[in-house]
């Protein structure tokens, strides 16, 4: 697997790939990476000759600095999973490579998209998103850019931003991988304790509760009761959302009537467990 760090470096390697007639599969990541990415990574080798990784702690995507600095950073032990997944070429740059002015004056708004959910708990946070996103795909060029399904709202969010840039890239969604107790594979897992590693399994109990409340009957508003009160019975937990949600992330508990909805639907949760904030969600069948 070849490293390189330039953006310059980055598009000559695609260039020669695609002279000698290579797809490109591109998996985003901001490393810390875990079986959740190297699942992407496997799932772009059986499409593409060529599978590009990155690497990019993207600051635009903290709100907060001290979450910045502690954001875990292994380059060397990244490198080893992305090549033993089949990565071929990681793009990790620095900050200064892709924000050569200290940052972008010109950058992304997530719109309607950003004013929900994480956009109102993380303010700033999918503007980020949606910035490097871009960055990322014009850089790279991919015939297709993989992302996990944990983290939804993203995934809607490149989605759209795909469409309505009118960019030539296939998005692919990927199941969410999990823990045998359940818990969704996450980089912010490691900065969980003993303790708090237990309790985080609250997320998907809540979310098995409230779907199957949905299923049973109660419809989405029952289900977001049911998983909420799954979390807040955790002492080490606490709520921020459960939500309902189509694949636009429209609510559909919403007070008024919601019309034109679209499946399949999913049930999301966020919540900080022994100071982390952790997110999931669950596709419940239409």
């Given at each position: 697997?070849?490293?390189?760090?330039?953006?310059?470096?980055?598009?000559?390697?695609?260039?020669?790939?695609?002279?000698?007639?290579?797809?490109?599969?591109?998996?985003?990541?901001?490393?810390?990476?875990?079986?959740?990415?190297?699942?992407?990574?496997?799932?772009?080798?059986?499409?593409?000759?060529?599978?590009?990784?990155s690497i990019f702690v993207n600051?635009?995507?903290?709100?907060?600095?001290?979450?910045?600095?502690?954001?875990?950073?292994?380059?060397?032990?990244?490198?080893?999973?992305?090549?033993?997944?089949?990565?071929?070429?990681?793009?990790?740059?620095?900050?200064?490579?892709?924000?050569?002015?200290?940052?972008?004056?010109?950058?992304?708004?997530?719109?309607t998209i950003g004013a929900t959910?994480?956009?109102?708990?993380?303010?700033?946070?999918?503007?980020?998103?949606?910035?490097?996103?871009?960055?990322?795909?014009?850089?790279?060029?991919?015939?297709?850019?993989?992302?996990?399904?944990?983290?939804?709202?993203?995934?809607?969010?490149?989605?759209?931003?795909?469409?309505?840039?009118?960019?030539?890239?296939?998005?692919?969604?990927?199941?969410?991988?999990?823990?045998?107790?359940?818990?969704?594979?996450?980089?912010?897992?490691?900065?969980?304790?003993?303790?708090?590693?237990?309790?985080?399994?609250?997320?998907?109990?809540?979310?098995?509760?409230?779907?199957?409340?949905?299923?049973?009957?109660?419809?989405?508003?029952?289900?977001?009761?049911?998983?909420?009160?799954?979390?807040?019975?955790?002492?080490?937990?606490?709520?921020?959302?459960?939500?309902?949600?189509?694949?636009?992330?429209?609510?559909?508990?919403?007070?008024?009537?919601?019309?034109?909805?679209t499946g399949p639907f999913r049930?999301?949760?966020?919540?900080?467990?022994?100071?982390?904030?952790?997110?999931?969600?669950?596709?419940?069948?239409?």
């Amino acid at each position: 697997m070849r490293l390189v760090e330039t953006i310059g470096e980055l598009r000559a390697e695609v260039a020669e790939q695609r002279r000698a007639g290579a797809g490109v599969g591109l998996v985003p990541t901001m490393g810390a990476l875990h079986a959740g990415h190297a699942s992407l990574v496997e799932r772009a080798r059986d499409r593409h000759a060529l599978v590009l990784a990155s690497i990019f702690v993207n600051p635009l995507q903290f709100e907060r600095p001290d979450d910045l600095e502690r954001y875990p950073r292994d380059l060397e032990r990244d490198l080893a999973l992305l090549e033993r997944s089949g990565a071929q070429v990681c793009f990790a740059p620095v900050a200064k490579e892709m924000y050569p002015d200290g940052g972008p004056i010109v950058s992304v708004d997530p719109g309607t998209i950003g004013a929900t959910l994480e956009g109102v708990s993380r303010p700033g946070h999918l503007s980020g998103v949606a910035t490097v996103v871009a960055k990322l795909l014009c850089i790279a060029t991919p015939d297709a850019a993989y992302f996990g399904e944990k983290d939804f709202q993203q995934l809607v969010l490149v989605r759209r931003l795909v469409r309505d840039l009118s960019m030539p890239v296939d998005v692919v969604g990927c199941a969410t991988v999990r823990e045998p107790d359940g818990l969704a594979t996450s980089s912010r897992n490691a900065r969980l304790s003993v303790a708090g590693r237990a309790a985080a399994t609250v997320l998907h109990r809540a979310l098995l509760a409230g779907s199957a409340a949905w299923r049973a009957g109660r419809g989405p508003g029952g289900a977001e009761t049911v998983a909420a009160q799954e979390v807040r019975a955790e002492p080490l937990a606490t709520l921020d959302y459960t939500a309902a949600v189509d694949d636009r992330l429209t609510r559909l508990a919403a007070p008024a009537p919601v019309t034109g909805v679209t499946g399949p639907f999913r049930l999301l949760v966020a919540a900080t467990v022994d100071g982390v904030r952790l997110v999931d969600n669950v596709e419940v069948p239409s």
